[in-house]
């Protein structure tokens, strides 16, 4: 699969379990076009290096790389690097939208 296919597909993949709209693969900035705050880098590389260097070059906010390379069998398997930075806060909206079961999981309901 190129790597023009697989951008493709991260970005269908996204917007289909997401639902957040306007994401649209930008094969020459090797990215996923977004709307603020995301910033959605892809790499095809399989070089593991390479990926490390695209996350340390991330913007700060909602930045993420999208690694989906030849040793990677489908789009639902890719590997994402994000900073812990990044991540905090989409961990912190998820546990609002479930902290009602988790409460009930604590309290042994």
Do not use: C
């Not at 910033?39 to 991330?58: E, N």
């Not at 930045?63 to 989906?68: A, G, K, P, T």
């Amino acid at each position: 699969m190129s790597k023009t296919s697989k951008g493709a597909s991260v970005s269908r993949f996204l917007t289909g379990t997401t639902g957040i709209p306007l994401l649209t693969w930008d094969y020459g900035q090797s990215a996923i076009s977004a709307p603020p705050p995301y910033h959605i880098k892809v790499t095809t590389d399989a070089a593991s290096w390479r990926f490390w260097k695209i996350v340390a070059d991330l913007p700060q906010g909602i930045s993420f790389v999208v690694r989906y390379d030849k040793y990677i069998h489908g789009v639902e398997d890719a590997v994402v690097g994000i900073r812990l930075s990044a991540l905090a806060p989409l961990l912190e909206a998820h546990y609002n939208t479930i902290s009602d079961r988790i409460d009930t999981f604590v309290d042994g309901g």
